[in-house]
């Protein structure tokens, strides 16, 4: 059976792919971008938009990183504003489950389902560094293991939260006014190692039931909880074997837990750079990359992995020599890039034989390992590639990632989105008002039962 592709928009900010020197760059913090973003992303009719979170502005040889001198605003302030400005798609917003606690941030979501009628996501993550830390009461970091199991036990108190209100606990009496059923709508109570909370929860169920939940780990624990909890997984795996075995193995995970294929969603990151031939492209795609990667930058990336200042290196020189430090990060702070090489020393073997093999420089090399462009190509080419994906089962669709930011979007909606209309891959309209009827998931009914989308 043909799969249908879902499609979605990242607002990438203070994110790598960037290219914020470009002149047709715009704000990062100002409302009007992104006001203009999402609403191209609503006339492609695009599942949802997604913006990232960022707790505190990260640091290198302790300057501030270049992207993070635009800031990093309030992802709910600026959900709750796009509210008011689209009328369909989903409004997703990662939020830490590390620093926050349950009740506020149920209570910020819900009301966001409200206000949006039914289109509100929120992304949970778990915070890893104690430099985040900091900037919060009870600072420090938390252990992997520790960080997945306040995850659970936060979206599990989330979870109460929002069904703690069943939906048949107001009726209205014509005499004497509204009565409750239940004289404690919302009451809860949840009691574990890491919170011990009562009370009721003030905001009655919203019109998805609960918000969608995303999930963006990659590790062993990260894909079992996306397993047992997320509607959507978040990933970095945009190549097309790399895609096919992390679906394969996360899908695999769902029987353990209770669930079928169908009730979790896969949807790698994807950048792209179209052109009237393959060729304008390829030449178009190497100018990004170029951009994206300045000598600076290029060195900037190289002491993310070896864990020391090498700002004296040649970018155009070969590889350090020397092997990384191991051990705790004093270079890069607030980076989740430091934490994805799980073994720098290893990493560097690679990236040393890499570049000797294929005759690269140091700038050349960190082009090629942190290359972001998933889709390089003519419109035709760019929707028949990420149909493949589709229907091969490396992904169930992408969250796309422009280097331009606000209107890096529009050549995608204009040109590649009517194609895969063409094809019968992608909706021609939206068929559903809220985000779960978008993403084909089970929607909550108030009777805590669950209905599959049509």
């Known amino acids: 059976m043909t799969k249908q592709i879902h499609l979605a928009a990242h607002f990438p900010g203070v994110n790598n792919t960037t290219v914020w020197s470009d002149p047709a760059s715009g704000s990062h913090v100002e409302f009007e971008s992104f006001r203009e973003f999402a609403q191209i992303a609503e006339r492609g009719k695009l599942d949802f938009l997604f913006l990232a979170e960022g707790l505190r502005l990260r640091e290198q040889n302790d300057r501030i990183y270049d992207l993070d001198v635009v800031g990093r605003p309030d992802t709910f302030t600026v959900l709750a504003a796009l509210a008011a400005v689209t009328e369909r798609i989903g409004l997703t917003g990662t939020i830490n489950s590390t620093f926050n606690e349950p009740y506020e941030v149920a209570r910020q979501f819900a009301s966001l389902d409200h206000l949006s009628d039914g289109r509100a996501a929120w992304n949970v993550v778990t915070s890893w560094d104690a430099f985040t830390g900091e900037n919060f009461r009870r600072g420090g970091f938390l252990a992997q293991a520790d960080r997945y199991d306040r995850a659970k036990s936060f979206l599990q108190t989330a979870l109460e939260l929002f069904d703690s209100w069943r939906g048949d606990e107001v009726l209205a009496d014509a005499d004497s006014g509204t009565f409750l059923t239940d004289p404690h709508p919302g009451a809860f109570s949840h009691r574990d190692r890491f919170f ?12 998805q ?19 047992a909890s997320a509607d959507v997984i978040f990933s970095r795996h945009s190549t097309l074997e790399a895609g096919q075995a992390f679906y394969a193995d996360v899908k695999g995970r769902l029987p353990r837990f209770g669930r079928t294929h169908d009730e979790l969603l896969i949807m790698p990151a994807a950048t792209f750079v179209l052109g009237d031939t393959e060729a304008e492209a390829r030449d178009l795609a190497h100018e990004v990359r170029m951009a994206q990667v300045s000598p600076a930058t290029a060195i900037a990336f190289l002491e993310q992995l070896w864990n020391r200042d090498l700002s004296d290196h040649d970018p155009d020189g070969p590889l350090p020599s020397v092997d990384p430090l191991v051990g705790e990060h004093t270079i890069a702070k607030g980076r989740a890039s430091v934490r994805m090489h799980r073994d720098p020393v290893a990493t560097a073997h690679e990236w040393r034989a890499k570049a000797e093999a294929e005759g690269l420089t140091t700038r050349e090399l960190i082009v090629e390992v942190t290359g972001r462009q998933s889709f390089i190509g003519t419109p035709a080419t760019v929707a028949a590639t990420i149909d493949e994906h589709v229907q091969s089962d490396a992904s169930d669709g992408f969250v796309l990632a422009p280097h331009i930011t606000p209107g890096g979007l529009g050549p995608f909606v204009d040109q590649v989105v009517p194609l895969l209309q063409e094809r019968g891959v992608f909706r021609t309209d939206y068929a559903g008002t809220t985000l779960r009827e978008h993403l084909g998931l089970p929607l909550r009914r108030t009777d805590g039962e669950s209905a599959v989308a049509s």
Do not use: H, L
């Open 196 to 207: 011990d909370i009562s009370g009721q929860f003030d905001v009655p169920r919203s019109p």
């Open 209 to 227: 039931g609960r918000p969608v939940v995303f999930q963006a780990g990659d590790s062993d624990e990260g894909r079992d909880f996306a397993a």
